[in-house]
């Protein structure tokens, strides 16, 4: 199977697991685990950021950053089809008590838009607006780069309305991998940033949120109040640290690999495909009205041996990633390529 359905889906290598297995380790919630200590204190510094926090997962990190930059009732602005929105299981409204104004389109949007989706606080019908969110890159938008002109508008924006900012930057690293620019230029402009170690990076398990030292004080809390602070957590932060020194500079074959698959399905009779959003790891793509349907597609290809994901009732995701080499990718665009001939 050439399984191109996530990032998400790669194995630990022999040598990642190495590294985990001898990792020095601690109790965490001590303060005491020697290897989450040297992971955060190596990502606040490449985020340029006072502190940093270890956290289960991504969707955690999200959690803990509404929990810590919002009050219940407020409204938080984000762009269209955010993983926060979309991915994460109702958690905002449940653990946060928010709710979101989505603006912009594909993903991406302006300080005009901030501007004009903003409520103050003291209005006595509107929720308050106390947070701007962006993602980047945007997954369901096709791993977008968000244009880092643009966040710095909608950030200085938010400041002047005093709203807290927060990234989330799952896939930080393949912005940063796609674009040359520095992971600390891409997270500056933000109150908080969270990065995942489970994506591009290859390993098991892990997020990291990082910013200044009062925000990840009560990160720190809420961590533990949603049931994610944890003990030896060294042997999972062990991986993150290999990763950061062995999977970094590989993303950008991915997104060649990516390209490369993109290329060849553009032009495919009932694929409709803007090459424009293929910056990164990921293909989002249309299924034309002639074609079958997002799931019966996806379950098409597995028959032939190349797994995707249904994103929606005619949308298919296609991601690359440690675990997939260039010829993977050839013979998974020549799959497509035949089941299209037969729409
Ligand atoms: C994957 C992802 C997350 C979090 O994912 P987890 O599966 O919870 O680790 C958050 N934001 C974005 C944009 C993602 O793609």
Redesign the pocket.
């Known amino acids: 199977m050439i399984d191109l359905r996530s990032d998400?889906v790669t194995m630990p290598s022999e040598s990642m697991r190495m590294a985990m297995a001898r990792a020095r380790v601690g109790d965490d919630q001590y303060g005491e685990d020697p290897t989450v200590n040297e992971l955060q204190a190596r990502l606040a510094t490449e985020l340029g950021k006072e502190r940093a926090l270890f956290v289960a997962?991504?969707?955690?990190?999200?959690q803990i950053a509404l929990k810590v930059l919002t009050t219940p009732g407020d409204e938080v602005i984000v762009g269209h089809e955010a993983?926060v929105v979309w991915?994460e299981a109702g958690a905002a409204s449940a653990n946060s008590g928010v709710q979101f104004s989505v603006v912009g389109r594909g993903g991406t949007f302006t300080a005009a838009d901030v501007e004009q989706a903003f409520k103050p606080r003291d209005h006595i019908v509107f929720p308050a607006t106390a947070l701007v969110a962006i993602?980047n890159t945007?997954?369901r938008g096709g791993g977008i780069v968000f244009p880092q002109n643009a966040i710095c508008e909608i950030c200085a924006k938010a400041g002047s309305l005093q709203l807290a900012t927060y990234l989330?930057g799952?896939?930080l690293f393949n912005a940063a991998a796609a674009t040359g620019v520095s992971l600390a230029t891409l997270a500056g402009p933000f109150d908080l940033v969270s990065v995942?170690l489970?994506?591009g990076l290859g390993c098991p398990v892990g997020?990291v949120l990082a910013g200044r030292s009062d925000h990840i004080a009560r990160a720190i809390r809420a961590r533990r109040m949603f049931g994610g602070a944890l003990r030896q957590a060294g042997i999972l932060a062990a991986a993150g640290l290999y990763a950061l020194d062995h999977n970094l500079g590989r993303l950008s074959e991915d997104h060649a690999n990516a390209r490369l698959i993109a290329e060849r399905i553009v032009g495919l009779r009932g694929i409709e495909l803007d090459l424009a959003t293929v910056q990164t790891n990921i293909i989002v793509f249309r299924l034309a009205a002639q074609a079958p349907s997002a799931a019966d597609f996806v379950a098409q290809a597995k028959r032939r041996g190349v797994l995707l994901s249904a994103f929606g009732l005619r949308i298919v995701r296609a991601v690359t990633h440690l675990d997939i080499i260039t010829e993977q990718c050839m013979r998974a665009a020549e799959v497509l390529s035949e089941l299209t001939s037969t729409f």
């Open positions: 998400t997962s991504g969707t955690m990190a999200n993983h991915h993602e945007h997954n989330d799952a896939r995942a489970s994506k997020s």
